[in-house]
């Protein structure tokens, strides 16, 4: 009696996630910031712009930002210079002073200098402190973040030295629970899995999303800076490419909601609680992997077999 609830209760519960999930989406919808050139209801015809508007907008396709766009300083700090550029490219006496972490900074203006060897872009700032000053965009774009919770989410997560801290604690991790949980016969995904998908299907869902988030890094570059400058959690908003990304990176939370829920309900709270953290540990080993190995197309073969295995072993444990 109690497996015939369940089995007609599952279908609420995972309808019940997509529906929340689909409202989340619909909520994250956000309209583009309307461009500088566009006042109100009138929209200025491109045959109509002056040169420098037009530089404006092909500077804006090609960099991904503008005037008026807002950076987040990353680093420790980030030095500007109060004179001008001319100024300093002459090697004359010049002053410059520091914008620290976390401080905002909006651009004010933008110039290009041809007979700059180190960088041709310049970019003009302002603080909070309403102090203006020069850097060139080389130096800029390492030490901030666009003012962009998402942007900045992405800037962390794409970190070398937390990719390589993250690796280690993962083997780790992974190593210390494997051994735990072998040790007391527990359930772990993969290998002594409950009679759910849900957790093996998650775990391959992380593995395809890291695969493809690599693949846009290192195929279409572009389309990533792109969004990196202006991100949305909507994928209707987003060309094909990376709403295919977000509508996967929708599906781990949908299908995580419902791997929790049959974890939850197969096993008593210590077990449930210890399988998790396995699968939570397998999905950060996986996202890992196949982020890195994919950079350099081994993920590829190395998500094909292990799809053919996961699906093959999760078939076997639940026949």
Known sequence: MYMTSRRMTEPFRVFSAVLLALLL??????????????????VVVADTLTPSQQDSINFAKTHHYSENFNFVVRKDSVVLLRQQPEEYLSQMMTDSFSVYRNERMVVADIRIYPDDAVDSVWVYLATEQSEFGWIRESKLLKAVDPDDPISQFISIFSDTHLLIFLVVISLIGVGYLFRKIRKHNAKIVHFNDISSFYPAALALLV?????????????????????????SLNPFSQPPLLAVFLASVWSLLIVAIAAVDEVLHSLRFNEAFLYLCG??????????????????YIGYPLFIAYMYWAVKRSSRLQS
């Open 279 to 296: 699968l939570a540990a397998v999905c950060a080993f996986n996202y890992i992997v196949f982020s890195i190995t994919t950079l350099y």
């Open 207 to 231: 593995a395809a999303a890291a695969t493809f988030y690599a693949t846009i890094q290192l195929f279409a570059p572009e389309a990533w800076r792109e969004f990196y400058f202006h991100p």
């Open 25 to 42: 989406m619909s909520s994250c919808y956000r309209e583009h910031t309307p461009s500088r050139f566009q006042l109100k209801d009138t």
